[in-house]
């Protein structure tokens, strides 16, 4: 080898560092588009993570991957600049209407123009009041739909990979719902499996902590469980219960057979029992 080949050698083996391989080559570079974010698991199980809009914050928003919007309160999208604090407000829970956040930071993840909704949400005030801790929105579906998504409940932590969906406007979509063609459609609520206890209207309207179970028969699932009548109801199966449709909605998701945790309050206190609904009218 002569010395001209050498040099040359020499020269592309020292460039070979500075030449960038194509994403799909090189497997640090898939590697290094997931991001591991921690969140905290409330007593509601619900996820919390801190996050911070437009640079600004931290706030404390829910994830909830069954939530068809971002949703904002007042304070939040104020405070971050996705509204402008004089933009008009609805008197009902100060709805501002659609929005976009420039950038939404959770941990080592950057998603940039999320769309939002801001409002006031009453259940976020109940269960921020319930916990001591002011909570400022919930992240739903145009934040989830960007991302192949995995939860690890055991080390409370998400992980996240980009994917190339396309996000779709779900409010503007409603819309187009909304103004079209008028089916008329009727859903029976009807609870799968027989509980034996009949629940009331809450008294407070949607600031009441639940509903109130007005009838407990004996020798039925629900005395069984210790249930008795003036408990009130706050959760069936996980799932919150604010209104008697509550109840009703997630009592059919649970079979004939199936134990399941409910959550009451009686004389102040929160009781966690548990409840096995039997097959029956």
Not at 52 to 71: E, H, M, S
Not at 122 to 144: A, M, N, Q
Request: proline share 7%; charged share 20%; net charge positive.
């Amino acid at each position: 080898m002569n010395t001209k080949t050498r040099k040359l050698l020499s020269l592309i083996v020292t460039a070979l560092p500075v030449l960038a391989l194509p994403a799909w080559a090189d497997p640090s570079a898939v590697e290094a588009k997931k991001i591991v974010v921690p969140f905290q698991l409330l007593l509601s199980n619900h996820m919390v993570v801190t996050a911070k809009l437009n640079g600004k914050g931290p706030y404390r928003l829910i994830f909830d991957l069954g939530a068809p919007v971002t949703l904002l309160s007042n304070r939040a999208a104020e405070g971050s600049g996705a509204v402008a604090e004089n933009a008009p407000r609805a008197f009902l829970m100060g709805m501002r209407g659609e929005a976009e956040v420039a950038k939404l930071e959770i941990g080592d993840l950057t998603a940039k123009k999320v769309p939002v909704v801001v409002f006031d949400h009453p259940t976020l005030k109940l269960l921020s009041d319930f916990l001591g801790r002011p909570l400022d929105g919930i992240v739903g579906y145009t934040f989830f739909a960007r991302y192949k998504t995995s939860i690890d409940y055991k080390a409370k932590r998400m992980t996240f990979e980009p994917s190339n969906n396309e996000v779709k406007n779900l409010v503007r979509d409603l819309e187009a719902r909304l103004t079209g063609p008028k089916i008329a459609k009727h859903r029976m609520l009807a609870p799968e499996g027989f509980w034996g206890m009949k629940v009331g209207d809450p008294t407070g309207g949607v600031a009441s902590a639940g509903v109130p179970i007005t009838t407990v028969w004996p020798d039925t699932p629900a005395a069984a469980a210790g249930i008795k009548e003036g408990d009130i109801l706050t959760a069936l199966d996980g799932r919150w219960t604010a209104s008697v449709a509550d109840v009703y909605a997630a009592s059919t998701a649970v079979p004939a057979g199936r134990t399941v945790d409910v959550v009451v309050l009686r004389d102040g206190k929160e009781l966690t029992l548990t409840v096995t609904p039997r097959a029956g009218l």
